[in-house]
C-alpha cells in the first residue's frame, strides 16, 4: 500500500477526478534564450473546482469563462525566473484546456518548477503538496550554459524523509486486535490487506484514468554527446508519466510495491526502475550533460 503514495498528489485524489495532463517543454536557443510552454488539458470538473477555489467563487455565482486563473500563472512565471507571454484557451473532448508561454533571456538563470501543484491557487496548492514524493518536486530544475555545453541538475527527493514519513504512519495506525488468535489475527490481517488494496486499485482506476506529467528539453541542434538516458532527436524528456499504460499493467502496481522508499538504495536506483515501468520514464543521471559543439 506504501507505493500507491507515488501517486497522491499527481492524482490529485484529494480534490480531484479524471483527466489532467501537463506538458512543460522548454525550448532552448543556441544563444541560451528560449520559452518554456506548458501545455495544459483538464476535464470540465477539475476546471471548475480549480476556478471556485482560485477565485473564491461560490455555489452561486458562475465560475470565471477562461480554464486559468492568469495571476497563477504569472505567479509561475515569477517563480522560475521567466517573463509571462501569453496564454491561448483550447478545447478537448469533455473538457478544456491551455498553452501558456513564457520566455527568458539567459537559461542559466531559469529555475523550471515540475511541481504540478504550480498550476492550481494557493489556497489549494499546500494540501496537494503535502503529498507530493515523486514525479513532480517543489525543487526546481536548474540549467548551466556556456560554450554549446549544457548541464541540467535533476532535483533530488529525499526517499530516506518519505520512508521516516511512511514509518511514522504505520506507527500511528490503529493496534491489531490482541482478543485475536495468531492465525486468526494473521487471516484477518490478510483479509483486510486484501480489500484495501482492491479499495485502492479501484480509487486508483477512477482517478488515474487519462491523467500524465510531461517535462522535456528541446534542444537547438542534435547532440554530439549527452549522457541523457532518454534522448530522441534534439528532444531530451527529463519525466514523462502516462498513466493510462500503469492502469493497462495492472502487474505494474507489485512493481512499485517494491519501490517503496525503504527499499531502494538511492534516488538515481529508484528512478531507474521506476522508469523500467510501462509509461513511466524517469531521468536517472543527478546532472545530464548535453554537448552541442
Known amino acids: 500500500m506504501r507505493a500507491l503514495r507515488l501517486f497522491a498528489v499527481l492524482s490529485l485524489a484529494l480534490v480531484l477526478s479524471g483527466c489532467f495532463q501537463v506538458r512543460t517543454l522548454v525550448r532552448l536557443n543556441a544563444d ?27 455555489m452561486d455565482t458562475p465560475p470565471p469563462e477562461q480554464p486559468y486563473d492568469e495571476a497563477v500563472l504569472r505567479a509561475r512565471a515569477e517563480e522560475m525566473g521567466a517573463t509571462f507571454v501569453g496564454v491561448e484557451e483550447e478545447d478537448i473532448l469533455f473538457g478544456t484546456g491551455y498553452v501558456v508561454t513564457y520566455a527568458f533571456e539567459d537559461v542559466n538563470t531559469l529555475a523550471l518548477t515540475s511541481d504540478p501543484s504550480s498550476f492550481f491557487p494557493e489556497e489549494m496548492r499546500s494540501e496537494m503538496r503535502g503529498e507530493m514524493p515523486l514525479g513532480g518536486s517543489e525543487e526546481p530544475y536548474t540549467f548551466a550554459f556556456a560554450d554549446g555545453d549544457l548541464q541540467i541538475v535533476v532535483p533530488q527527493t529525499d526517499l530516506e524523509e518519505m520512508a521516516e514519513e511512511d514509518e511514522v504512519a504505520e506507527d500511528a495506525a490503529p493496534a491489531r486486535d490482541p482478543k485475536k488468535g ?13 480489500g484495501g488494496m482492491a479499495s485502492a486499485m479501484g480509487s486508483a482506476a477512477l482517478v488515474l484514468a487519462d491523467m500524465r506529467f510531461t517535462v522535456a528539453v528541446e534542444l537547438p541542434n542534435e547532440a554530439a554527446q549527452t549522457n541523457a538516458s532518454f534522448m530522441d532527436g534534439r528532444t531530451l524528456t527529463l519525466y514523462d508519466m502516462d498513466f493510462n499504460q500503469l492502469l493497462e499493467n495492472p502487474e505494474a502496481f507489485d512493481q512499485l510495491e517494491g519501490l517503496s522508499p525503504a527499499g531502494p538504495p538511492d534516488f538515481p536506483t529508484a528512478m531507474r526502475l521506476l522508469s523500467e515501468i510501462p509509461g513511466f520514464t524517469f531521468e536517472s543521471e543527478p546532472t545530464v550533460t548535453v554537448s552541442l559543439r
Open 182 to 194: 495468531g492465525a486468526e489475527r494473521e487471516s484477518a490481517d490478510m483479509g483486510e490487506d486484501a
Open 32 to 58: 541560451g534564450s528560449g520559452t518554456v510552454e506548458d501545455r495544459v488539458l483538464m476535464s470540465s470538473a477539475i476546471n471548475l473546482v480549480t476556478m471556485m477555489s482560485g477565485m473564491g467563487t461560490g
